[in-house]
Nanobody
Framework: QVQLVESGGGLVQPGGSLRLSCATS????????MGWYRQAPGKQRKLVAI???????NYEESVKGRVTISRDNAKKSLYLQMNSLKPEDTAVYYC?????????WGQGTPVTVSS
């Protein structure tokens, strides 16, 4: 059974930084793409960034240049470094293994960007 546990969210001022982590269990980590999604209040869950098994990355347009996704296959962990945070980045951030197609999600970690 695959389990994903996010951590690292919190309250940060505009312009600040946060590093989100996602710890996974199970043996399938290294062969699947991993991603971060976010869901703002009253809005649909949307893709933030994705990283394939071979390390290829892709980012949602509004976070390009401010966010870096990375993975450590040995530690079965996924990361999201977020810099220059803006109030519109406020959301619950979810880690996913395999994306919506596989349906493995963490419980989410909230990020609030506010002064």
């Amino acid at each position: 059974q695959v389990q994903l546990v996010e951590s690292g969210g919190g309250l940060v001022q505009p312009g600040g930084s946060l590093r989100l982590s996602c710890a996974t269990s199970g043996s399938s980590f290294r062969i699947f793409p991993m991603g971060w999604y976010r869901q703002a209040p009253g809005k649909q869950r949307k893709l933030v960034a994705i990283i394939t098994a071979d390390g290829t990355t892709n980012y949602e347009e509004s976070v390009k240049g401010r966010v870096t996704i990375s993975r450590d296959n040995a530690k079965k962990s996924l990361y999201l470094q977020m810099n220059s945070l803006k109030p519109e980045d406020t959301a619950v951030y979810y880690c996913t293994l395999g994306g919506p197609a596989l349906g493995y999600w963490g419980q989410g970690t909230p990020v609030t960007v506010s002064s």
